[in-house]
């Protein structure tokens, strides 16, 4: 499925990739920070958000 959006979507800019990866990581930081999800990690895995 992701695929095929990929796919349908075509090129994008480096831009809005780096741009959209920012508010993913706003968005699990501030979902964690008020407990809404957990970020397990595996042993000698590090998180840094």
Excluded at 18 to 42: N, W, Y
């Amino acid at each position: 499925m992701i695929k095929d959006d990929m796919a349908v979507m075509g090129a994008v800019l480096k831009s809005d990739v780096e741009e959209a990866r920012h508010r993913i990581v706003l968005t699990i930081k501030r979902l964690k920070d008020t407990s809404q999800i957990a970020v397990p990690l595996l042993p000698g895995d590090s998180l840094i958000l």
